[in-house]
């Protein structure tokens, strides 16, 4: 059963992280080497502003329908979606930006189900796993949907790249409809005879309804300071390796080179290390300590990708050569710390009262999010207005405030006790 989880996991994972490598990956290179500037590519994150919002409609997944219900319509919709911007020219902004949003949209509600799903089958021993799955699948379909696609798209048009992604998600949608079971109808009907007081708070008005169950997210132990670090916490690392592939494209690397390194390769090497942060924290109580060492040792590829681009030589291979080092052991530590914090955070929302779990998560990989984003929208004009080399070193000062914000970690976080929470707050 513990793999057949992990396994499910990863799939759904990774079908979430389609759009996002086309946005992340593929779309900026594609812009930039078409001569757009670093700020109108920024302003195109705009449209993840789905993921930012997704917690306000959270709670109406957990409410109405089933999980496999929420999955299957995402996935019709995101057929449709592709076969539309199959049709839609990248040179027409307006259309390819409403295009971009209902992927986000479609996408992020999708990750409101699978979230609730992961919080219900794991068990505290397989979280760790778990969130192996989560950010492997989701880098994985970041590869495909970023780093393949930038290959790719030397000898493939746009509308064969899209109709290409439509082909997966019926694909998807296939499995999804022969492997999937409505387990969670089940667990509604469990919780309706288990939990009274749940029952009794669906039948409140909607309102009081839908306050209360932010109001219950706030008051879970250690979510205040968790929801400070997923804002920041990212904030560093994501300003390098955005910019990174953006600085090589402006210093004449062809973007079908970048996307390979940046796309593909670097994704692969993220990925062993998120397989290899799964591993070390996997039956560790002590997520939180492990956090803040291998956050320490991020600063070292920050510090040697900023002497790179200081000491940039014209035409140097080796110059090249040293910045795609430093890009891969910043991912390399990257992947270690994503899973390392989604994993604390599963162990933040176990401490939450049991019927508002799958909206508590969802909150706080939104807050995740929101903090990436709008860093990232704002990445460009900052660039423009300082450089390359200045906007470097405000990545290191960031990654660096970091380190000291986890020393401020609440003591629930680092001996936590998440059966004898769940057993309070039933």
């Not at 992340?24 to 994150?45: E, Q």
């Not at 390769?265 to 039956?283: D, W």
């Amino acid at each position: 059963m513990f793999l057949k989880n992990v396994v499910f996991l990863t799939f759904l994972y990774f079908i979430q992280g389609l759009p996002y490598g086309l946005q992340a990956r593929f779309l900026p290179v594609y812009f930039r080497s078409h001569g757009m500037s670093l700020t109108d590519i920024s302003m195109f994150k705009l449209l993840l502003t789905p993921w930012m919002l997704k917690a306000l409609w959270a709670p109406f997944v957990d409410k109405y329908g089933t999980k496999k219900s929420w999955l299957s319509w995402s996935m019709v919709g995101l057929v449709f979606t592709c076969l539309a911007g199959a049709f839609t020219p990248l040179k027409t902004i307006i259309p390819l930006a409403c295009v971009l949003f209902l992927f986000n949209l479609l996408t992020s509600t999708q990750d409101i189900a699978v979230d609730g799903i992961a919080i219900y089958i794991l068990s505290e021993s397989e979280l760790g796993y778990g969130n192996i799955a989560q950010v492997v699948g989701y880098k994985f379909g970041s590869i495909f949907g970023g780093g393949v696609l930038t290959w790719l798209s030397d000898y493939l048009e746009w509308s064969s790249l899209l109709f290409s992604l439509a082909v997966v998600y019926v694909i998807s949608l296939l499995n999804v409809a022969f492997l999937v079971s409505p387990t969670d109808q089940g667990q509604k009907d469990t919780d309706k005879k288990a939990s009274p007081e749940k029952e009794a708070l669906r039948r409140r008005p909607q309102k009081s309804w839908f306050i209360q169950h932010f109001i219950e997210i706030f008051q879970s132990p250690g979510t205040l300071w968790m929801m400070g670090f997923v804002l920041l916490y990212k904030l560093g690392e994501i300003g390098a390796l955005n910019m990174l592939p953006l600085f090589l494209i402006d210093k004449g690397i062809q973007a079908s080179s970048v996307g390979f390194w940046t796309g593909v390769v670097g994704q692969v090497i993220s990925i062993f290390g998120s397989i290899l942060g799964g591993i070390i924290v996997s039956g560790n109580r002590l997520t939180a300590l492990i956090l803040h060492d291998v956050c320490a040792l991020r600063l070292v590829p920050m510090l040697f990708t900023t002497v790179v681009i200081f000491s940039w030589v014209e035409k140097s291979q080796v110059c090249f050569v040293l910045a795609i080092i430093s890009m891969c052991l910043m991912l390399l530590i990257s992947g270690i710390v994503t899973t390392a914090t989604f994993t604390l955070m599963m162990q933040c929302s176990k401490k939450a009262p049991v019927c508002i779990q799958a909206s508590h998560y969802t909150t706080l990989a939104t807050l995740e999010v929101v903090g990436k984003l709008l860093f990232s929208v704002l990445l460009g004009s900052i660039t423009d207005s300082i450089g390359y080399e200045y906007v470097f070193i405000l990545f290191l000062v960031l990654s660096t405030i970091i380190i000291i914000f986890i020393q401020k970690c609440p003591k629930e976080l680092i001996h936590h006790a998440v059966e004898e929470t769940i057993k309070k707050a039933e």
